[in-house]
């Protein structure tokens, strides 16, 4: 049994900072890309950065250079640190990950999503 439980989300006023966490447990053999996403109430859910296994990141055109997504290995985590955010930036925020579970089975997981609310 795989699980991801995401941390880290909350209410910031406009120009603030968060960091969100997301850490993946259970029988976990490898984790290969990790992702945030993000969905607005009424709204598809829409890819806000990526870090792939050997650490290359990608980011959505209205987040670069404002967030950064990292992550650990070791406690098979991914942050996701938000600066300078603005009143756009409010939704839910889903970690995803690309692994493979015990007995060689590889598929994506997601988080239950953690609230972020940025105040003008």
């Known amino acids: 049994q795989v699980q991801l439980v995401e941390s880290g989300g909350g209410l910031v006023q406009a120009g603030g900072s968060l960091r969100l966490s997301c850490v993946a447990s259970?029988?976990?053999?490898?984790?290969?890309?990790m992702a945030w996403y993000r969905q607005i109430e009424g709204k598809e859910r829409e890819l806000v950065a990526t870090?792939?296994?050997?650490?290359?990141?990608n980011y959505a055109d209205s987040v670069k250079g404002r967030f950064t997504i990292s992550r650990d290995n070791v406690k098979n985590t991914v942050y996701l640190q938000m600066n300078n955010m603005k009143p756009e930036d409010t939704a839910v925020y889903y970690c995803?990950?690309?692994?493979?579970?015990?007995?060689?089975?590889?598929?994506?997981?997601w988080g239950q999503g953690t609230l972020v609310t940025v105040s003008s």
């Open positions: 870090i792939l296994g050997g650490g290359g990141t």
């Open positions: 995803n990950a690309d692994l493979i579970s015990a007995g060689g089975s590889r598929r994506a997981y």
């Open positions: 259970g029988t976990i053999v490898g984790i290969k890309n």
